[in-house]
């Protein structure tokens, strides 16, 4: 673990925090960092800027711009089958998992050092809790806060290795040796679920106001509902990766396999959606003629009912300026790969490769899943332009009616984006970056349509397809404007799985959840280990669509789990890596 001393930890919990939160509200406060550790807590308000700015890093894991590199950013849509990261011939993180290089000597350790920075600072707040002159009912509410987000970042942690060293109140000093191990894998999730309950046993089931966006009891609960599904899926039982090697078999995993577990799972789901206070986001009014346009709609809303915990952002142009062309002011992020445009169903909720599905390759984008135009950006897509602030065709194509053929626009494919796609899931439709508009978001760390497939999946998982997993389903399905949203009668559990995983896949994609989802199903090494391509658009007399490969991916068992870094395990030799590496 990275030794840190309290001046460093608070230095850098401050600036974070001014950096990151502008918009008013919790995390709106005056900062200094001429502090120190009396006069940190001795004073009501500094404290509270302390406990702030450990909300400042909780969408590490899932942020677009994890990263980055020389102007370049990706998250980890780009070191899986959806997205084909920025500047291929750098050497950052997502470039490692695509090409299967990634090894402990070069493996980023933002999630190590964070996670075990802000656990600290955890153990920090929580030591001096008893001095900072608040009332009683406000130190209950910040020690909630605080071990929730303490669990967070363990949950974190496991996502990636498994197991971790759990240092419970612990707070290493600059000068300490520390020689730590991990601890079992169960012991990690009974302790993040211990932390949780008690978190929620506190804490209002959610939040309003200046107050939005701190923890709520529903976020406890729906970090059980995460934390338990991925506890019972494949990689993270029977030994996972490690079976057969006693001792690191419980680490990484349950050294066991209960099917109870999915029940579990599907019980914490339950919960959250029993507390009637959240719901999926369905606005059929705004732009009547068009299906499905709450699941856009909902992104663009700071405030809505669907959010169930979310990285809190100012008034700000986060992923127009990432993810959008660069005639309207995007830098480049990540680029999706063809593979996910064929993955959306046609609006009747069948596969393009079925033949009653009415699927046209000459009109490849007519009648699709509504999610797809709401979702990426593909050739005649409409952007706002800046100067008119009307929207316009985004030109994506190759002009063949000229000799030699030539890129029409900046933004086409090999001239800005190197799979003729751009992403537009979360972007908002009047916010270009060229322009004074900002949008007023908050990026989603957990939400209702999550948990419902989460209920969906380990329900499916432990007794088969209920009536409630298919309703589960369909309602994700019916707000996304299929119709019909229904699905087949009759499926049967391997049928449903299926199912349940594509809907994951198109609902939360670009959210940071199918790199783990593929390696929890332990399926990455069927989805991560092709050929990914691209859309080339030509346009002359006529209109011809053609992919192209872009990448072939690789993938190797030991990526199933990231590396524990070099750096980490040579300051704790008790450390055990994670197997293959």
């Known amino acids: 673990m990275k030794r840190i001393s309290f001046h460093t930890l608070l230095f850098l919990v401050l600036a974070s925090m001014v950096l990151s939160c502008k918009k008013s509200g919790f995390l709106d406060q005056t900062v200094t960092t001429s502090l120190d550790e009396m006069t940190t807590f001795s004073d009501s308000s500094n404290a509270m800027q302390f406990l702030n700015g ?9 942020d677009p711009r994890r990263f980055a590199n020389g102007g370049y950013a990706a ?19 997502f470039i490692q998992f695509a090409t299967g290089s990634v090894n402990p000597t070069v493996v980023p350790n933002d999630i190590w050092a964070t996670g075990y920075s802000n656990i600290r600072a955890v153990n920090q707040f929580l030591k001096h809790l008893p001095v900072i002159p ?13 071990r929730f987000l303490r669990a967070w970042y363990y949950a974190m942690l496991m996502q990636h290795y498994g197991g971790v060293p759990l240092i419970g109140d612990t707070i290493f000093a600059s000068a300490d040796h520390i020689n730590i191990s991990r601890s079992a894998y169960r012991s990690c999730i009974n302790y993040v679920l211990s932390e949780c309950d008690a978190a929620a046993a506190v804490l209002p089931v959610a939040w309003s106001g200046a107050q939005y966006g701190r923890i709520s009891k529903a976020a406890c609960l729906a970090l059980k509902s995460r934390l338990l599904l991925y506890a019972a899926s494949p990689l993270f039982n029977n030994g996972g990766l490690a079976q057969g090697s006693p001792g690191l078999d419980s680490v990484v995993a349950y050294p066991d396999a209960d099917p109870n577990r999915w029940q579990l799972a599907a019980d914490a789901a339950k919960a959250v959606i029993l507390l009637n206070a959240y719901s999926l986001f369905v606005d059929s009014t705004s732009k009547p003629g068009e299906l499905g346009y709450g699941f856009q709609e909902l992104f663009t809303r700071r405030y809505n009912n669907e959010y169930i915990l979310n990285h809190m952002m100012g008034e700000n142009k986060y992923l127009e300026s990432l993810w959008d ?22 609006s009747n909720g069948l596969d393009i490769t079925d033949p009653a599905s009415g699927y046209d390759p000459n009109h490849p984008y007519q009648d699709r899943d509504p999610r797809l135009n709401y979702s990426i950006i593909h050739d005649s897509t409409l952007r706002v332009t800046f100067g008119t602030n009307q929207p316009s065709p985004v030109q ?10 030539v890129a029409a626009s900046g933004d086409a494919v090999y001239k800005g984006t190197p799979t003729g796609l751009y992403i537009y899931k979360m972007m908002d439709p009047s916010v ?25 999946e380990a329900t499916n998982e432990a007794t088969g397809p209920s009536v409630e997993v298919y309703q589960a389903v369909e309602a994700i399905r019916q707000r996304a404007g299929l119709r019909p949203f229904a699905l087949p009668s009759g499926l049967d559990q391997a049928q449903m799985r299926a199912v349940i995983q594509k809907e994951r896949r198109l609902e939360l994609a670009f959210e940071g959840h199918r790199f783990f989802d593929v390696r929890r199903w332990m399926i990455a090494g069927q989805t991560d280990n092709l050929m990914m391509h691209g859309m080339e658009v030509d346009r002359g007399p006529g209109i011809t669509y053609k992919t192209f490969n872009v990448r072939k991916h690789n993938f190797t068992k030991a ?23």
Do not use: H
């Not at 608040?134 to 605080?146: G, P, V």
């Not at 270009?432 to 969906?456: C, D, K, Q």
């Not at 990231?562 to 994670?578: C, F, T, V």
């Open 54 to 62: 450990i909300y400042t890093n909780i969408g590490l894991a899932q």
């Open 75 to 93: 998250g980890l849509e780009a070191g899986c089958d959806e997205a084909e990261g920025p500047n291929s011939s750098s050497t950052n993180g």
């Open 134 to 146: 608040w009332n009683s009912a406000l130190k209950q509410q910040a020690a909630a806060e605080a």
């Open 325 to 346: 062309v660069p005639s309207r002011g995007g830098s480049g992020g990540s680029f999706p790969y063809q593979e996910i445009v064929d993955a959306f169903p046609m």
């Open 396 to 405: 994506l194509y190759i002009n063949t009616s000229v000799s030699p053929p």
């Open 432 to 456: 270009i970056n060229n322009s004074l508009s900002t949008a007023s978001r908050v990026l989603p760390l957990i939400r209702y349509a999550e948990i419902l497939l989460n209920f969906a």
């Open 559 to 581: 990526m199933y789990l990231w590396p524990i870094p070099l750096s980490e395990i040579a300051k704790s030799p008790g450390l055990l890596q994670n197997p293959l590496y």
